[in-house]
């Protein structure tokens, strides 16, 4: 039973690498399933499997992320954000990864760029292409430099946990994160700049690029009037780029053709310009929402775990799934066509969203897209509300930071008196609760801990003794690091520390009693996601929105991952005595 139990768990694990590389099932499918079977088998007991959703590092993170609710309705990271671009790409892009790490490294680097995004995009002084990347990777490492600055280290602190080690300390990723920081920073003020070049569009027609349709119903004053004639081809910011009839689609555009009902008119423009379409008589929606409705508008980015992947919007009937309705199409700098219905959405998309009052309670929506916020404004909070909330927040970071309140029981606190005040509702909660990475999380610590049981975990430290006997312990630290990262940058930064902190523990026994090296170099490298806007939730966010194509990321996080890594493991070997 010994035998065939390590084997079991063995191919668990390969098969559950194998399912994230090569399908688009969502990562928390595949740990719950493994989970399950684990214990249908009988390897991993009921309690065993239950005992991960207890891990203190895994509420923390839960908390956090419920935090960040009211957090990104705060003005301040907005306020910010204007005051620090100016003409001068270097110098923008300097204020914008200090301002952005420091706030990554207390609160969740997604929820940062969130905020940011918007005021970034809106500014004129500098080209938004230059500074949303940048943003990005700022935010990655800024949130390397505590345990709570990103789910990353949360996550490892769990498996440490997890193994009966002590708890990581608040400030033990601090020495390898600051001068790591340090050294990119300098990459990104001297070479984002100069490797970022401004999209071919002129400043005014970046924002141009959203697809979106209407439709000629029955009566409309368009009907047998030419597209001249009516008007359509003097639209400011918005422009008709094809018709579709029936099955046939009319791309381009004569000024001569003829507008029928029942036509379907596909424009590509700037949101902002959208009430133009509205002056047209029978000019409405092919999908029916009422006016209410319409000024609600929030924008997300389809992720790449999304079960809406390779689907048409026809298929998916965002009405009936999500309450909303899909305004608008965007896909980086890419010109779309062949109407929105046909539409076949991918990863980093990004989709402007007409929303019903049920939109933020149906939770069904939080593994399928990353809400980046309202296109318009937010809720936001008023003075009185935000002084509490930051004031809070920092109290309890301050004191869990010093070990005077362990910060599980001060963000328990700090959730209950947010909602006693109505800073955040019930509602909040449960929309955007994390429930796929709480799974994840869980189900990958009772992986571990089945790793133990079975005696698989002693097993592979024998191996490693066998066969990894002529590498140094520095080269086998450099390798659990490479590993970590390439899993990152193919299946995500949650799934690749869980998959290799086990792996990296048992290789590690064989050369030293201390684990932690090897803890952080899990760590570090699993939050190295700089060459695919896929691996990192915040490099999906600004993908669509700076207008940038994979060789951006390539051509800027080459340089970044190298000094990256170069100075994480130096400084991890040298503190560690590696």
Known sequence: MGEFSQLFVAINIVAILAVLVFTRIQ?????????????????????????????????????????????????????????????????????????????????????????????????????????????????????????IGTSTNLIVNG??????????????????????????????????????????????????????????????????????QNGLRQLQRMFLIEIIRGDKVMGPVSPQEVVKE???????????????????????APERFDHAVRENLVEVIISPTSSLVE?????????????????????????????LGALKLQAGDSLVLAVGDDFSRRRNGAGDFILVGDVDSSKALSPAQEGFLLAGFVAIVGLGASGFVPLLKG??????????????????????????????IASALGLAQA???????????????????????????IGVFVIAWLLTEMITNNAAAAIMFPLAIAVSSQWSSNYMPFVMAVAFGASASFLSPYGYQT?????????????????????????????SLTMIAWIYGV
């Open 262 to 284: 029942g036509d379907v008119l596909v424009f590509s423009g700037d949101l902002s310009a959208l009430d133009l379409l509205e002056d047209f008589d029978g000019l409405q």
């Open 27 to 147: 990562p928390w499918v595949v740990f719950l399933s493994s989970s399950a079977l684990l214990y249908l088998v009988g390897i991993s007991s009921l309690e065993a499997v239950l005992h991960g959703y207890t891990n203190p590092s895994l509420l923390v993170l839960l908390l956090l992320y419920l935090i960040a609710i009211p957090l990104e309705r705060t003005a301040i990271l907005r306020r910010v954000t204007a005051s620090i671009t100016s003409a001068n790409a270097r110098g923008s892009v300097f204020r914008l990864s200090i301002f952005s790490a420091f706030f990554s490294a207390i609160v969740n680097n997604t929820a940062v760029v969130a905020s940011m995004l918007s005021p970034l995009k809106k500014q004129t002084q500098i080209d938004a292409s230059k500074l949303l990347l940048p943003l990005s990777y700022a935010s990655i490492i800024g949130g390397t430099l505590t345990l």
């Open 311 to 339: 689907r048409t919007i026809k298929q998916i009937d965002f009405r009936a799934r999500f309450d909303a309705a899909v305004v608008a199409v965007r896909r980086g700098d890419q010109r779309l066509a062949g109407g």
């Open 159 to 228: 498996f440490v946990q997890q193994y009966g080690y002590p708890s990581l300390g608040f400030f033990d990723f601090t020495l390898i994160g600051l001068p790591a920081f340090a050294g990119c920073l300098c990459v990104l003020v001297f070479l984002s700049p100069r490797l970022l070049r401004q999209r071919e569009s002129a400043p005014s027609q970046i924002t141009q690029e959203y697809f979106l349709e209407r439709e000629v119903v029955s009566g409309s004053a368009l009907h047998g009037r030419t597209v001249l």
């Open 451 to 477: 790793m133990f049981d079975t005696g698989l975990a002693e097993s592979i430290s024998v191996w490693a003794g066998s066969y990894l006997n002529g590498l140094t312990p520095m080269m086998a630290l």
């Open 539 to 567: 490099n999906l966010m600004v993908y669509t929105a700076g207008n940038y194509r994979v060789s951006d990321y390539i051509k800027l996080g080459t340089p970044l991952l190298l000094v990256y890594g170069a100075i």
């Open 411 to 440: 963000l328990v606190i700090l959730i209950a008196a947010l909602m006693i005040t109505k800073v955040v509702t019930k509602d909040d909660l449960k929309a955007r609760f994390p429930f796929e990475l709480a799974v994840v």
